[in-house]
């Protein structure tokens, strides 16, 4: 899902919030809730921050840590574009390596040193100082071992070898299929840039020099011999639909040229934040339902959280195929799929509207894609809900939805009524249908925030 900010104070706390901020990230994948959510920060905001990152994946936590260490390492002037191609680009300039061997893998190799004599599943914390931040980091001795790993390149690997292995799994035969249907639903242009992208990997303007970026990135590259990511993982897809257009000027088509730059500018103000505050970073990796136990590990904490102990407490919840379940079940699906129908032609152009004489036909998969998103997506999820029970979760934990979401728009994907030509475009063109469903909770009986 695109990135958020989760304290939105100008609709919470407000801007002229005087007090700490904790917040809690228990299951935070990527950085880029965590990165959108400190640059959101008002530059009046002037307290401690401390923010807790926990996932279950071992390799996400690692790489949040990697990226954590280079924002607070490197000068403020190169730790944005380091971090850039580090999070997202299969090869990286020398420089973003050698920098990272001199400021970062010094830090992993001293606390591996001196806790090598330790059982592998001993959990080990490690607080650094860093500027006017802090970053704790508690892993067991194993994982320790594999942030290190992720800090050097597989031996014999070179950057010609890393493009190689990459497209073993980008471009590989069975895939055909998969990325012709996808191109169907891209402006043509933009497929251009896809496919550059599949190709290379380097998140930069189509036409900029990849000429500096000869090195794999370790934190991707764990062997010499494989790619980790799926062939459809795009940096696209962690980010708002409308940014990269929005920021491709003057050449609005360059979609990855546009989220360079929008991505660039939120990863300098974020360093600029993290310079300038007192930001107290955990990162960790438990399974999030055993965070309650977990969190002593924190010499400083409180095991309390802005976002669930204030009156402007709230838990975020995420349904992503809820709507899709429902929708399957449905008995009505003639006259259901007949208004789809009605409401999608208005942006489909004359000829998709006889597509139905060939369902292989361009057109045809175009058209049956786009209905996915003219679904009543209210009346489905409100049938979700009583399907599954969910007021009973007021009885069961003590929790309420808010009457009105005030950190993120519940259906942030969801085409509007009065949406423009371009904009069912660029819908059309992400991985999303706009079925996706942000809840927001509070505790039964806090005060009726409205924002």
Same mark, same amino acid.
């Given at each position: ?32 809730? &965590? ?9 009046e905001f002037a ?36 971090? @850039? ?14 920098? @990272? ?9 001293? &606390? ?9 599943? +001993? ?22 071992g594999r942030l ?70 370790? +934190? ?40 360079h730059r929008h ?143 005030? &950190? ?24 999303? +249908? ?18």
């Amino acid at each position: 899902m695109p990135a958020i900010d989760v304290c939105c104070l100008s609709s919470n706390e407000g801007m002229l919030w005087d007090k700490d901020l904790r917040l809690l990230f228990a299951a935070s994948g990527d950085l880029r809730n &965590v990165v959108q959510t400190v640059a959101g920060l008002p530059k009046e905001f002037a307290q401690r921050c401390e923010v807790h990152i926990n996932d279950i994946e071992e390799d996400v936590v690692v790489r949040n840590v990697i990226l954590l260490l280079t924002a607070l390492s490197f000068d403020k002037n190169s730790a944005a574009e380091a971090m @850039l191609h580090l999070w997202y680009s299969a090869l990286i300039p020398r420089w973003v390596l050698s920098s @990272l061997e001199t400021k970062v893998l010094p830090l992993i190799k001293d &606390v591996c040193n001196k806790t090598r004599d330790k059982p592998d599943h +001993t959990l080990l914390g490690k607080t650094w100082q860093l500027g006017t931040c802090e970053l704790r980091v508690v892993f067991t001795k194993r994982q320790w071992g594999r942030l290190l790993h992720h800090l050097q390149v597989p031996f014999g690997l070179d950057g010609t070898k890393a493009l190689a292995v990459r497209k073993t799994t980008t471009s590989a035969p069975t895939r055909i299929d998969y990325v012709d249907r996808s191109w169907c639903c891209q402006p043509p242009l933009w497929r251009v840039a896809r496919q550059k992208f599949r190709e290379d990997g380097i998140l930069l303007p189509f036409g900029a020099s990849r000429a500096d970026f000869d090195t794999p990135n370790p +934190t991707l590259f764990q062997t010499a011999d494989s790619w980790p990511m799926m062939d459809s993982a795009d940096p696209l897809a962690g980010w708002p639909i409308d940014a990269p257009s929005k920021m491709a000027k003057p050449a609005k088509n360059d979609i990855y040229g546009g989220l360079h730059r929008h991505v660039g500018g939120i990863l300098q103000e974020f360093c600029e934040r993290v310079a300038a505050l007192k930001i107290y970073f955990h990162a960790t990796c438990f399974n999030a339902k055993d965070l309650p136990d977990k969190l002593h590990w924190s010499p400083n904490s409180r095991n309390s959280f802005d976002r669930i102990e204030n009156p402007y407490a709230t838990l975020i919840t995420l349904f992503l195929n809820a709507v899709v379940e429902v929708s399957c079940e449905e008995s009505d699906q003639v006259n259901i799929r007949e208004r789809e129908i009605k409401r999608a032609l208005r942006f489909l152009p004359k000829s998709t509207r006889a597509c139905d004489t060939c369902m292989y036909s361009m057109d045809h998969i175009r058209f049956a894609s786009a209905l996915d998103f003219f679904k009543d997506f209210k009346r489905l999820f409100d049938k979700y809900m009583q399907q599954h029970n969910l007021a009973e979760i007021r009885e069961v934990v003590g929790i309420v939805p808010k009457a009105k979401n005030t &950190v993120i728009d519940p259906w942030p994907l969801q085409l509007k009524r009065n949406a423009s030509q371009e904009e069912f475009e660029a819908v059309m063109a992400s991985c999303w +249908t706009g079925c996706e469903r942000y809840m927001e909770w509070q505790r039964d009986g806090a005060p009726k925030l409205t924002g």
